[in-house]
């Protein structure tokens, strides 16, 4: 594919900053992946962003920030085949994943994940 306008989306947010879109993902995935700017996703995208770029996997749907030159940034869900393959390639990965239970407001204790700060998390 050479667009992401050719495949079915669903438009969660549109017109939104990057962390606009990251505390979305944040709040409303089972499953959230930072990935770093250039990040290519469904073997033809490039996801573009300032870091730290939430990737967020609910079921069998993707969630991801996704900017068009000229009209700003949004938050697209995909959920078919390719979302499903994504979610599995992101988990294979081992990329920074918060669990859910710590994003409910759960002590980080009950986290199996340690919690690290933001410039921790970037100093590579």
Not at 66 to 91: A, M, Q, W
Request: glycine letters at 6%; proline letters at 6%; aromatic letters at 12%.
């Amino acid at each position: 594919m050479s667009c992401i306008e050719q495949m079915k989306y669903e438009i969660l947010l549109e017109r939104i900053s990057f962390k606009e879109a990251r505390e979305y993902i944040e709040k409303n995935s089972d499953e959230v992946y930072y990935v770093s700017p250039g990040y290519k996703i469904f073997k033809d995208y490039y996801i573009i962003g300032v870091p730290p770029i939430a990737v967020g996997a609910k079921g069998n749907a993707l969630m991801f920030p996704y900017t068009k030159p000229c009209h700003g940034s949004f938050v697209l869900r995909i959920e078919n085949e390719d979302s499903i393959n994504e979610i599995n390639r992101l988990r294979e990965m081992g990329t920074e994943k918060v669990p859910a239970s710590s994003k409910k407001g759960k002590s980080p204790e009950s986290s199996k994940e340690p919690r690290i700060s933001f410039q921790d998390m970037w100093k590579k």
